[in-house]
């Protein structure tokens, strides 16, 4: 069902709220990075919710 919309970059584009997709790298790279700083130093743990915010208007 999802498989259509996917593979259609303009669709992705069109339908996110920021107007453009994002690759995987780029929500798991900020968080590892955020980790591994002292930032995050006093964090036990959470569960970061990485979203594209497609929007279906």
Same mark, same amino acid.
């Given at each position: @069902?999802t &498989?259509? $919309?996917?593979?259609? %970059?303009?669709?992705? %584009? +069109?339908?996110?709220?920021?107007? @453009?997709?994002?690759?995987? $790298? !780029? /929500? &798991? !790279?900020?968080?590892?990075?955020w /980790?591994? =700083?002292?930032?995050?130093?006093?964090?036990?743990? +959470? +569960?970061?919710?990485?979203?594209?915010? &497609? +929007? =279906?208007?």
């Open positions: @069902m &498989y259509p $919309v996917l593979r259609d %970059k303009v669709a992705i %584009k +069109t339908g996110s709220a920021i107007g @453009m997709g994002k690759a995987a $790298v !780029e /929500f &798991y !790279e900020g968080a590892s990075l /980790f591994s =700083s002292d930032a995050s130093s006093s964090i036990t743990g +959470t +569960t970061i919710h990485a979203e594209a915010v &497609y +929007t =279906s208007r």
